[in-house]
């Protein structure tokens, strides 16, 4: 069964630190998505990508963030400069309709 | 509007019970989701409801959307070991395609 997978599983990195965090979607789908979801919180939407452009951000999504898919493969968040309040459970999800699967997620420790 | 009270925030129950929770919205919407989370991993899809009124069963589990459509439930019977985790309710927020999560009930089971 397809899935979606994430990498690094873990990431720790100094205030201040550029992080970029990887996702591959399922090939054939057609949105991609980032969520997180701070320790022990809900989970929260980021950012939506389709057709190559973002198609929604929320307000969490400030200039610090980015997303782009450079190769039509990964799909990847950049996050310019890492602040605590950072530290969060980083999910890349992908939907063709309207089923998202979501990756294991990457795990941020901003110290 | 887009808010989804999820409830109860957190279940202790013996092993074989059966569980219900529950979701509600002040606002109207065409479908609602249940995803599990398993402690360090990514929310994953246990039911989809598209209509109002539609019970649907995976399983030990079912859900329903309400006829209001602003709210849903879901029940597992005779519960294991491993329905332990965090149950979330969504809802797709229609053109951007974005999930939108409940709280979340974190479910425990003492064997």
């Known amino acids: 069964e397809p899935e979606v997978t994430q990498t690094p599983s873990h990431q720790v990195t100094q205030m201040g630190q550029e992080v970029i965090l990887r996702c591959v979607p399922i090939s054939n789908h057609l949105y991609f998505y980032w969520y997180r979801q701070i320790l022990g919180q809900k989970v929260e939407f980021l950012v939506s990508f389709y057709n190559n452009e973002i198609s929604e951000k929320s307000e969490i999504f400030d200039d610090q963030f980015s997303v782009e898919r450079p190769d039509g493969s990964n799909f990847t968040l950049k996050i310019r400069s890492t602040k605590l309040e950072d530290s969060a459970m980083y999910f890349c999800?992908?939907?063709?309709?309207?089923?998202?699967?979501f990756g294991p997620g990457t795990r941020l420790t901003v110290l | 509007g887009q808010q989804l009270n999820q409830s109860p925030q957190s279940m202790f129950i013996q092993e074989g019970e059966d569980v219900s929770m529950n979701c509600t919205s002040s606002?109207?919407?065409?479908?609602w989701l249940w995803y599990k989370q398993d402690p360090g991993e990514g929310p994953v899809l246990l039911i989809a409801?598209?209509?109002?009124?539609e019970l649907t069963s995976n399983g030990r589990l079912t859900a329903q959307f309400g006829i209001t459509r602003k709210d849903s439930f879901l029940n597992i019977s005779a519960s294991i070991p491993s329905d332990v985790g965090i149950y979330f309710c969504?809802?797709?927020?229609?053109?951007?395609?974005?999930?939108?999560f409940g709280q979340g009930t974190r479910l425990t089971i003492n064997p």
């Open positions: 969504a809802r797709i927020i229609q053109g951007a395609q974005k999930l939108v």
């Open positions: 999800a992908a939907t063709q309709r309207n089923e998202q699967f």
């Open positions: 409801l598209y209509k109002a009124g």
């Open positions: 606002s109207i919407f065409n479908t």
